[in-house]
């Protein structure tokens, strides 16, 4: 088992906000996407992940709150690894405004969980 150090509010709820943003961009680009539909991956791939990965993120939260890191330590090692399980898929179908904040905000969540990580000496 490792020790890890203290992990700050501050860190844990940036990393929660941002991938509920992600998952906001997701559902925006694919209620607008209209006619044709987007590609099926988003619907049957990467929205779940995304979402799976935010109710943990959740939960891993509130157990923060109670003194628990290692929910929150575990969630954030994989989304550092988001671009990678996402690696393909892109909102273009939504447009340019959508596909780049979804790009942006993919990287937030994986500059915020590498901040979790760090914070609790885990990298």
Not at 100 to 115: I, M, P, T
């Amino acid at each position: 088992m490792i020790e890890t150090q203290f992990i700050p509010n501050d860190t844990a709820e940036r990393y929660v906000s941002a991938m509920r943003g992600l998952v906001s961009t997701v559902h925006s680009a694919l209620d607008a996407a209209g006619n044709p539909p987007p590609p099926s991956g988003w619907q049957q791939k990467i929205l779940p992940l995304l979402e799976n990965r935010l109710a943990a993120a959740q939960t891993a939260l509130a157990h923060h709150a109670i003194g628990d890191e290692e929910p929150l330590i575990h969630i954030a090692l994989k989304s550092r690894f988001l671009a990678r399980d996402t690696d393909g898929y892109t909102l273009g179908f939504a447009g340019e405004e959508l596909a780049k904040q979804f790009e942006d905000r993919r990287r937030l969540v994986v500059f915020a969980a590498w901040q979790v990580c760090e914070s609790a000496g885990v990298v």
